[in-house]
């Protein structure tokens, strides 16, 4: 799928150069939404969309920047890297990753870059995540190190966290580093400890994307986390041992929710069965259940829906047409809400059909033609020969 000889020809055109080739994959949560930042869990799995890094070492001191996806290319001095600073362009991404390595003490050597991947940009299977990682083994074989996987993530989430400036959490990285082929990832985000769990090679994760992203006025992301940091207040101030959701139950919602507003108790529930969920599913997965799977992702999506309010028409629109469609296995929407992506695990010989369906049935009733992607889980990072 990942046509990397051809990276490799046009990184030897363009630099006049042998390089070592890398790839990274993007990634699509099943289930765990809005669980991270209460030190929850989360169940990704890497894609087999990805982003490949071609690297070369070069002699004058300049690290030129090549992305095939936008057909551009960009110098910069070595010796300027301990000052960088982001400039809202895609440079900052690889840029961000070298000026963490350089402060993790590493003597950064000038060299060529020449990227391409085939995740979609800006579309929540994290193309950023994909890029930083394949960007941090490329850079790392050049300076001859390497981390074990957990930290190659986590120098990542920092690039993009410190140097890009946007404060997401440690799954993208992580499972774009971590993945593996054919299973999905049961991620506790408090100790980042992990248990793989094995997807069904009967069954394929159908990515349908509902081309809309709504900002609604009170219900952006950083609202929705300080109403869920307001409830886990409340519970700590009866139970001083809960420092997050992930340590409350239900039952401290039924004792103490008439002292939160309602929205509070609300994104509270969701967070605290939302971690039951997650942790059922991969048990589920684990034991091949598929039934259980889809009941526990419809019963994600409602609650996302509903108690989180982090969804929206067309969202909710996604889920419930695929309902109707054979070979469904469960639909929720995935990433981090009011438009975006929904996960749809699909009986594999009924995918193709499905997807057409799905997209017919979408665009009839909002004139909007969605991107819609037949996925497997993959492998996470690595070189490739
Ligand atoms: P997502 O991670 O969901 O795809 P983000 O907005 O977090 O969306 O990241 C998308 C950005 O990452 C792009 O706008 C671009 O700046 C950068 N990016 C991703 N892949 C590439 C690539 N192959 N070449 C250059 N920039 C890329
Ligand atoms: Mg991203």
């Known amino acids: 799928m990942h046509n990397h000889q051809v990276l490799k020809s046009m990184h030897r055109a363009r630099f006049n150069a042998e390089p070592a080739l890398f790839v990274a994959p993007g990634r699509v949560n099943l289930i765990g939404e809005h669980t991270d930042y209460a030190e929850g869990f989360v169940m990704p799995a890497a894609i087999d969309f990805a982003t490949l890094a071609a690297i070369s070492p070069r002699a004058d001191g300049k690290i030129a920047l090549y992305s095939e996806n936008y057909g551009e290319e960009r110098h910069f001095d070595v010796s300027a890297v301990p000052t960088m600073k982001a400039s809202k362009h895609w440079t900052d991404y690889p840029l961000g990753v070298v000026s963490i390595l350089a402060g993790e003490g590493h003597a950064i050597p000038g060299f060529s870059l020449s990227l391409w991947g085939d995740v979609p940009l800006g579309s929540g299977l994290s193309s950023s995540a994909a890029l930083e990682v394949a960007t941090a083994l490329a850079v790392l074989s ?9 930290q190659l993530a986590r120098l990542c989430q920092r690039a993009e966290n410190e140097f890009v400036g946007s404060s997401c959490g440690i799954m993208d990285q992580f499972i774009s580093a971590n993945g593996k082929k054919d299973h999905a990832m ?5 100790d980042l400890s992990f248990k793989l769990a094995p ?11 509902t081309m809309v992203k709504h900002s609604v006025v009170g219900g952006d992301y950083p609202t929705r986390r300080a109403e869920v940091e307001a409830a886990c207040a409340v519970i700590a101030s009866h139970r001083p041992g809960v420092s997050f959701l992930r340590d409350a139950t239900v039952d401290d919602l039924e004792q103490w929710g008439s002292e939160m507003s309602h929205e509070s108790l609300k994104r509270a529930r969701h967070v605290i069965t939302e971690n039951l969920r997650t942790v059922a599913f991969a048990a589920a997965l684990e034991k091949g259940d598929m039934n259980e799977v889809g009941r526990l992702m419809a019963e994600a999506h409602t609650s996302y829906s509903q108690d989180f309010e982090g969804s ?39 995918a193709k059909a499905f997807a057409q369906a799905l997209g017919a049935l979408y665009a009839g009733q909002f004139g909007i033609v969605p991107q819609i992607h037949i996925c497997h889980a993959s492998d996470g990072a690595r070189a490739l020969s």
């Not at 049961?186 to 408090?190: A, F, I, K, P």
């Not at 997807?199 to 994307?209: G, T, Y």
């Open 142 to 150: 050049v300076i001859k190190a390497s981390y074990p996987g957990p």
């Open 186 to 190: 049961l991620l506790d985000c408090r």
């Open 312 to 350: 929206c028409m067309e969202a909710d629109a996604m889920v419930e047409l695929a309902q109707e469609l054979p070979g469904l296995i469960g639909a929720r929407l995935t990433g981090g809400g009011f438009g975006g992506c929904t996960i749809n695990l699909v009986e594999q010989s009924q």
């Open 199 to 209: 997807i069904p090679p009967h069954v394929a994760l159908v990515i349908a994307n």
